[in-house]
């Protein structure tokens, strides 16, 4: 194994991984390597005969395990940037094998007995404000994830978490699988009626991937949204609408919803292990909004006049179409369809019109401008390091003033078939101070534009500019932080909170100084015109009713699929999950759940008599597909919306528990940002220096060293209002 580079010291620029050196048979025995020494570590703190103190216990702690963190982390990147049939083998094996490496460390009793210990005296211990924060966030981490538990719960716990990761891994590959397999050619003119170059382009370019000429289209996102804004084919928009709501419910051998039923069903086992009714309790008790109810007070401010809003949107979609000639319905493979040609008429925003002012690159530079002009920060590009695909970008990222090194951006915009869907911002390397070697950060953003074929510049839609940015918030949050421990490092923060840098940095994409330097014109170098970037303004609350509901329909499911209810819903807010079951959850009893995922549970052969007794109080696992309808129903979903993710794709609730319970986090996240952009508004200056070193200083750099609401206040100097987020979307009166 000395020819494993991933155990030998990474002698790179920057201490990049080493990408070109990495084959995926590397990962298992380096995780192993690094996880034993790993648990070394906490057995000499655990073990320590000195008292606890925060630094030979705490810090410690935070300090341990870096290169168990650098091997993750880059096995973590690669799987969603790169992936391959080896690394997803790789990572069906590992995924639970990291999952019980740190329960193992969450369910240490001798190091929780330090943690405790030092919890119960730490106002006495003269502990700095970090230090504090760390020793807090800690203890609630070790209690949550199960450590106060005791005997066949504490058993039982990490079994829950454990089957749970690898149903995460089950789900999304299922889903992923699902995207790439899917193909639709298109062999005649007839076929590609209405698509514009630069549709075709992309979609030459997945025929070309898929090994044949002509245009292809698979159920990538970046691909389906502008297939159902421009084809003029019904029949096909029908067929590729219906193909991309059927993810994970198409092929019968890879159905996700019994793999999200039982994830359902372990969750609300687990929150009732910890003393929680309902698992969004138990979830909802570590965010900024602490309880169900105020989740939902919230929700439920914006669905009715979104669905107002929404309604009059739909009229009038239905009256362009029958305008046009074609039938007055509009179906959801209509909608994306006659809103583009609405949107067209009435702000005279054509999307093929716009799109060759918006050059990938140069929408890069006007994001680097931005944060130049707020923060001070310069972004140079470096070549010649290898990275683990040629599409991909490294920049250096420095103070103007003094010169230093903020951190390291890495810049990865392309789909490809081995990819996942989406647009995320990740780590390879998190700031922190304690720590040898490197201390800065190495961040990275994915997305999935289109790719233009044959060398041209890649253009985006303003819908991808604003990703763009949103996704850059993110890494500025990752790239400015500045705190000593990892633990609280750039986007650690709390669920609902770390939306804000990110739906923040959208603001500026707006910005018509930034446009009209950046956004010009692919063949002629036209700047885009005053006029254009007025009515690409006028437009930004067009369709809001359609967006507001297909995402809040989304966020008020998954409240209700994780045990919140609707207040007036003969439930109330905190019904016990085991007596929702009649009211939609129509789970299948306990023993023909276990019956249906036979091969799952055959292979958890080692489950002991206190597992299966145990299972007799287990929550019935719920039908996916008829609480999906009964909610959809209940919540008067219009069927011309539908769900913007629908429960068997669904990732965001079920390849992963951060967002379970928690899809509402955008909303409550645009909540703070439309409040925040407001003081650059009101200041006359949205690049105002001042107000962005404040944002800087309390939000970004801070990380999760302070509690959000303080670091909000610190920002704004009070609490956030709603009304600046629903004038935004259009939802009152005002602007
Ligand atoms: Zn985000």
Aim: net charge negative; with cysteine.
């Amino acid at each position: 194994m000395e020819s494993n580079p991933l155990l030998q010291h990474w002698e790179t620029p920057y201490g990049l991984p080493p990408f070109d050196r990495i084959r995926p048979e590397h990962f298992k025995p380096a995780l192993d390597t690094a996880m034993s020494r790993h648990r070394e570590e906490i057995e000499t703190i655990a073990g320590d005969s000195a008292p606890a103190t925060f630094e030979n216990t705490v810090a410690a702690l935070d300090r341990s395990g870096e290169a168990m963190r650098s091997v993750a982390l880059l096995f973590s990147n690669l799987t969603a940037s790169e992936t391959s049939d080896e690394l997803q083998a790789v990572e069906r094996e590992l995924a639970p094998v990291i999952a019980s490496h740190r329960n193992w460390i969450t369910l240490h009793k001798g190091l929780f007995a330090r943690i405790d210990r030092l919890y119960a005296e730490r106002h006495n211990l003269q502990l700095g404000a970090e230090q504090l924060r760390l020793l807090e966030r800690l203890h609630l981490q070790f209690v949550r994830a199960g450590a106060q538990l005791k005997g066949e719960d504490r058993t039982r716990f990490a079994g829950i978490t454990e089957e749970l990761a690898s149903l995460y891994t089950d789900f999304s590959q299922a889903v992923l699988a699902d995207e790439a397999e899917f193909t639709l050619r298109l062999e005649t003119e007839a076929d590609r009626a209405g698509l514009p170059e630069f549709v075709l382009d992309a979609a030459a370019s997945v025929a070309a991937e898929k090994g044949f000429d002509g245009y292809a289209f698979n159920l990538s996102p970046s691909l389906v949204d502008p297939f159902l804004t421009y084809s003029t084919r019904r029949d096909l928009r029908e067929k590729v609408w219906k193909a991309y709501k059927a993810r994970g419910q198409a092929n019968p051998e890879r159905d996700t919803r019994p793999t999200a039923a039982r994830i359902v069903q372990l969750r609300a086992e687990l929150a009732r292990i910890m003393g929680y009714a309902t698992y969004a309790e138990y979830a909802l008790d570590d965010r900024m909004a602490k309880t169900p109810a105020a989740v939902l007070e919230l929700l439920e401010k914006v669905w009715e006049p979104a669905k107002a809003r929404a309604a009059e949107e739909q009229k009038h979609l239905e009256d362009a179409a029958r305008t046009a000639g074609a039938p007055g319905t509009i179906e959801g493979w209509d909608w994306h369809f006659w809103a583009e040609r609405v949107r067209r008429e009435r702000y005279n925003l054509d999307e093929s019109e716009l799109k060759p002012y918006f050059q990938l690159d140069r929408m890069l530079e006007a994001m680097f401008e931005c944060a130049n002009r707020l923060y001070g920060i310069v972004f140079t590009e470096v070549h010649d390091v290898p990275l683990y695909h040629p599409d991909v970008r490294l920049f250096e990222v420095r103070e103007e003033a003094s010169g230093g090194i903020v951190g390291i951006y890495i810049s990865d915009n392309f789909a490809r078939a081995t990819k996942r869907g989406g647009a995320w911002m990740s780590e390879y390397r998190e700031q922190a101070r304690n720590r040898d070697g490197y201390r800065y950060p190495i961040i990275a953003n994915n997305n999935n534009f289109a790719k233009a074929a044959n060398g041209r510049p890649t253009l985006l839609s303003f819908d991808n500019v604003r990703t763009l940015f949103h996704e850059f918030g993110h890494a500025l949050h990752g790239l400015l932080s500045d705190v000593t421990y990892v633990r609280l490092s750039g986007t650690n923060v709390l669920r609902d909170f770390v939306e804000l840098p990110s739906q923040m940095h959208e603001n500026w994409a707006f910005e018509p100084g930034v446009l009209k330097k950046h956004a010009r014109h692919a063949e002629t170098g036209e700047p885009i015109s005053d006029e254009l970037i007025e009515r690409i303004r006028a437009a930004r609350q067009f369709n809001q009713g359609f967006r507001t509901v297909e995402y809040t329909a989304c966020a008020l499911v998954d409240m209700a699929l994780h045990g919140a209810r609707a207040a007036g819903d003969s439930q109330g807010l905190h019904g016990a999950r085991g007596a929702d079951t009649s009211q939609g959850l129509h789970g299948a009893p306990a023993t023909d759940t276990s019956q249906g995922r036979a091969g799952r549970e055959e292979t958890a052969g080692d489950a002991t008599a206190v597992d299966r007794a145990r299972a007799a109080d287990t929550p019935p696992a719920p039908d996916i597909a008829a609480f999906e309808k009964s909610e959809c129903r209940r919540l008067g979903v219009p069927p011309a919306i539908g769900l913007r993710h629908r429960l068997s794709h669904f990732r965001h609730l079920f390849s992963t528990s951060g967002y379970a319970a928690g899809y509402y986090v955008y909303m409550w996240a645009e909540v703070l940002e439309a409040d925040a952009f407001e003081a650059f508004i009101d200041s006359g200056d949205v690049f105002s220096r001042d107000l962005a070193s404040r944002f800087r200083e309390c939000v970004l750099s801070a990380g999760d060293s302070v509690d959000p609401a303080e670091a909000y206040r610190c920002f704004r100097g009070r609490d956030p209002r709603l009304e600046p987020m629903l004038r935004k979307r259009g939802l009152i009166a005002g602007e």
